[in-house]
């Protein structure tokens, strides 16, 4: 691809995410995101694809289960096509919270996470590939993870729903 697309594709947690989290997530990240993401003290990765599911999101298998210490979920899983995650220190990261048999649409029981992104329970692995090099892309394999329940955006199991509102304005 030429050098256009690999320079668009460059941002990683790109205009799309941080709508998402201007909209969605606690008002009181707003400054902080906008100072963090424009001086680039934020570089961030969206987790959205996985290898067994591709871009059917509702198929995720990434699991994010509440824990026995109130306001804490635990994170088991994988994601691949995930662009700059060799530079990222934030992720974007949409994990299944309800067991996808208890759902009537596989969109639902979805929630997405905006947290750190922690390289002692994150293994990112470079993706080699023929072109687009200016932008890495890596399959990431996530084992006990924790993440706050403070860094989860909007409800438990809207996240399919609010990931759209960061999805549509970029497929232009």
Not at 26 to 46: N, S, V
Not at 71 to 98: C, D, F, P
């Amino acid at each position: 691809s030429g050098a256009c697309t690999s320079f668009a594709m460059y941002p990683g947690l790109t205009a799309g995410a941080a709508r998402v989290i201007w909209e969605f997530g606690p008002k009181d990240w707003r400054q902080p995101l906008a100072e963090r993401m424009f001086t680039g003290q934020w570089g961030g990765t969206m987790c959205l694809t996985e290898a067994d599911a591709g871009s059917a999101v509702g198929d995720n298998r990434t699991k994010a289960n509440r824990t026995d210490e109130p306001g804490v979920y635990h994170l088991v899983g994988e994601k691949i096509w995930i662009s700059v995650a060799q530079v990222a220190n934030k992720i974007m990261l949409l994990a299944r919270t309800t067991p996808l048999e208890e759902v009537k649409r596989k969109t639902e029981g979805l929630s997405l996470f905006f947290t750190d992104l922690d390289r002692a329970k994150i293994e990112v692995r470079a993706i080699h590939k023929m072109g687009r090099h200016a932008v890495d892309s890596n399959m990431l394999f996530i084992n006990d993870l924790w993440i706050p329940e403070e860094d989860r955006i909007g409800a438990e199991g809207d996240g399919f729903k609010i990931i759209l509102h960061g999805l549509n304005p970029e497929r232009v």
